[in-house]
Structure formats: structure tokens, C-alpha cells
């Protein structure tokens, strides 16, 4: 892989991403904020050092701090050079 020997960023899209029961999916956080925009809700997590957002559905309804599971396929995960923010393919 190009990555290699490279420090790099990992960046999903929200789309991407879905939310699952504590200790199901990828990776497990905390509910850090949510954000009702028109007919989804965009729920930003706490992973760690970093955050993670997922789109949800309308109707989402955790509370903040409230521990939750993230989803996704590996192939939908993106990779970037830390130093110059290119993409890595």
C-alpha cells in the first residue's frame, strides 16, 4: 500500500457509517453531539482522540455520553497523508 511507513488519517463519510449497540461494529464510543438536519440526524461520537460522525435516521433519540457502536465497511474508509492532506489511494 502506498500508506506504508506514512502516518495517515482515516475519514469516513457520515453516509457511510452506521450506528450499532455498544461493543457491535468497527468501533465503540460515546454519543458526543446530535443534530437534527431536515430528514436525518447527524450523530457525532467520540472514539478515543477522535470523532466520528454518522448519519441517522430522523428519528434518533441517544442522549449525550450515552455509549454506542459504529459500523461500516472497510472499503468505504479513506485514507490521507497526515503531513499534506493528500489522499492516498
Known amino acids: ?3 506504508s511507513g506514512r502516518a495517515v488519517v482515516a475519514g469516513l463519510r457520515p453516509e457511510d457509517g ?3 449497540a455498544p461493543g457491535q461494529g468497527k468501533l465503540t464510543g460515546e454519543i458526543y453531539a ?3 438536519i431536515g430528514d436525518h440526524t447527524l450523530v ?3 472514539c ?3 470523532t466520528v460522525t454518522v448519519k441517522a435516521d430522523k428519528d434518533f433519540a441517544g ?3 450515552q455509549p ?3 459500523g461500516f465497511e472497510e472499503r468505504a474508509v479513506h485514507l490521507f497523508d497526515k503531513a ?3 489522499r492516498l489511494q
Do not use: K, P, V, Y
Request: proline share 0%.
Open 1 to 3: 500500500s502506498r500508506a
Open 18 to 20: 452506521r450506528l450499532a
Open 34 to 36: 446530535s443534530e437534527l
Open 44 to 46: 457525532t461520537c467520540r
Open 48 to 50: 478515543g482522540d477522535a
Open 63 to 65: 442522549s449525550i455520553g
Open 68 to 70: 454506542i457502536g459504529i
Open 84 to 86: 499534506s492532506g493528500e
